[in-house]
């Protein structure tokens, strides 16, 4: 290993010297089995933290779970495609199908956030809404994703 392989890595290294591995397992709030399946790989397994789906519908339950198990690190889980919204249709008709869903083609739906200024507007009033029902829950914020991993979108 070269000098300089060697102070890039211990310049990486936290306080302490130590590295910290997170496991975390998404969808919490989906559905009660995958909070059950979430709670019994933090008690018994690996899993150190989640990523919540406020518009799941088993949020309520995943948050008192998470309030039960305090060592379950928790951040927001952003729900942008497939998946139901947290603000009505109405306001943002832009984002979502007939239903009152989110499409399931996210490259329908990247292109349209894309090209569509009212699109955009919604998009933005969508992910406050989800981070303002995150944090009316109490539970400190650890981190943020998305579903399908649309947080990586420009538009996002």
Known sequence: M??????????????GGSRRLVVNADDFGDSP???????AAHRDGIVTSASLMVTGPAFEE???????????QVGLHLVL?????CLPPERIPDLVDLAGRFPDNPVAAGLRWWVRPAARDQLRAEI?????RFIK????????????HFHVHPTV
Do not use: C, K, W, Y
């Open 81 to 85: 495609i497939g998946e139901r919204p």
């Open 62 to 72: 995943a948050v008192d779970l998470a309030r039960s198990f305090p060592s379950l």
């Open 33 to 39: 089995g995958a909070n059950a399946a979430i709670i």
């Open 2 to 15: 070269s000098a300089s392989a060697s102070t890039n890595r211990a310049a990486a290294l936290p306080p």
């Open 128 to 132: 406050e809404a989800q981070v303002d």
């Open 137 to 148: 829950t109490g539970l400190p914020l650890d981190h943020l994703n998305s579903h399908l």
